[in-house]
């Protein structure tokens, strides 16, 4: 049996941050990751819509952690833990592989929620995984270059939050700026009044205003009731019904737990919310378990938004109470930076601290500067300006170069345990 000081459970944001605070007091730390990546979640809708290529946002977290001797990286997923024992158990490649602990931080993300529709996943596309973002991006090239009726044209988008704002603008600047014989018809469905509602102002208006000048058909205070293979029937707050004939949805409307949540909630006795996901306590603990923090959108507490600076502060408010920096029990405070969201090319919203707003080009260049901070590695940062460079200042998209080409019909979903990550400001 393997043994270690700590176990993190996750390679997205909070993970990462937990182990590299770890390796900060040189604490011997076994990092498990269902993929064998660090992915940069925020940029996935890059990927999907050519932008950027999937290793540009996708480096080995192997390599990402190399530098820091004390933390080592584990290929697998866990299946087990008995919170008693502190012993876990990791399906490998190699078969089951047990490995005991004495401190685990989990922070095994969310995957895409239907709201109780999950034979929709099937027939929609999700962005919670490199794969679900390498997989539209194959359907959308070939909805584009091989398909010649409009249901193939049409494009639906649900969720008007920050990801379905910035596929929406994306996809409608596919068939504006790049495959121009090619039109495309997208529609933003959001149940709410106004897009990015949590941003709401002048930011949601600025939003609208400018994929509806793009020419995306913004759909508020409206829900879907009912998705088949070649459409999509959706329903208004004041009870009109339309059917829009579209063989391409992209779900962003909800998020519930993995399942990995219920195995840590049956070993510790943590209670969860309707989505599944850990009632913790306010440090960060699960259930009676002192030993055991849960961070990121697998968690619930003080109705903290499921977005990467949260997981990431979380991350590392967890170590510093393992390695001592910290005072057991401290409760996590969360500092708010801001959010933001790409709209299109040149456009962007920012909410910052202080009652800080910026829209249009100046919000874009802050956005492209935090992101371009954040992106792990100064190879992926080069690769990613030019990139930047050939899609926003040109036409090209270096990404559809890499496409294996699936047929239009194919959808495809995907478990994530990297955490929520929307575009804000960490």
């Given amino acids: 049996m393997r043994t270690t000081d700590v176990v993190v459970i996750g390679s997205g944001f909070g993970g990462l941050a937990a182990a590299k605070q770890l390796a900060k007091s040189e604490v011997e730390t076994v990092l498990i990751s269902a993929t064998p ?17 999937a290793d540009e946002i996708a480096p080995p977290i192997a390599d990402v952690l190399a530098d820091k001797e004390s933390v ?8 087990a833990v008995d919170a008693a024992a502190k012993v876990l158990t990791v399906e490998t490649d190699q078969g089951d592989e047990q490995v005991r602990y004495e401190s685990l931080i989990v922070a095994a993300g969310a995957n895409q929620g239907y709201f109780g529709h999950d034979e929709w996943a099937d027939r929609t596309f999700s962005l919670k995984t490199l794969d679900d973002a390498v997989a539209l991006r194959a359907h959308l090239l070939d909805c584009f270059t091989t398909q010649t009726d409009e249901a193939a044209h049409t494009f639906v988008v649900v969720g008007g939050g920050a990801t379905g704002v910035e596929v ?18 997208v529609y933003l469905v959001e149940g709410a009044g106004d897009l990015l509602p949590v941003y709401g102002g002048r930011l949601s208006t600025f939003t609208r205003k400018t994929l509806e000048k793009a020419g995306v058909d913004v759909l508020t205070d409206t829900f879907v009731t009912d998705i088949e293979t070649d459409s999509v029937t959706v329903r208004s707050v004041d009870g009109q019904q339309r059917v829009l004939d579209a063989r391409t949805v992209v779900w962003s409307a909800g998020v ?3 399942p990995l949540a219920g195995v840590i909630a049956e070993a510790t006795g943590c209670e969860t919310d309707r989505a599944g996901r850990l009632l913790i306590n306010p440090d960060l603990t699960v259930g009676g378990c002192a030993d055991v923090f849960a961070i990121g959108d697998m968690t619930s507490l003080n109705n903290y938004p499921g977005q990467s600076p ?6 590392r408010h967890a ?12 409760a996590f405070r969360y500092l708010d930076k801001g959010s933001m969201a790409v709209v299109n090319r040149h456009n962007a919203v920012v909410d910052a601290p202080f009652g800080i707003k910026l829209t249009g080009i100046l919000g874009w260049f802050t956005w492209l500067g935090v992101h371009l ?25 270096p990404g ?12 495809a979903v995907g478990e994530d345990d990297h955490g929520e990550a929307q575009t804000t400001a960490a």
């Fill in 256 to 258: 519930k737990a993995t």
């Fill in 319 to 330: 170590a510093d109470m393992v390695r001592g920096a910290t005072p057991r029990g401290t």
């Fill in 168 to 185: 929406a603008g994306q996809i409608r600047e596919l068939g504006a700026r790049y495959f121009t014989d090619a039109p495309a018809k």
């Fill in 400 to 411: 559809f170069d890499e496409v294996v080409t699936v047929p239009v019909d194919a959808m």
């Fill in 37 to 53: 990546e660090h992915l940069f979640q925020p940029l996935l809708y890059q990927v999907a819509t050519g932008v950027l290529s």
């Fill in 310 to 315: 949260v997981a990431m502060q979380q991350g």
């Fill in 72 to 79: 080592s990286v584990m290929h697998g997923r866990v299946t």
């Fill in 373 to 397: 901070f954040y992106l792990v590695g100064f190879r992926n940062r080069v690769g990613a300006v030019v990139s930047w460079c050939r899609s926003f200042l040109g036409t090209a998209r």
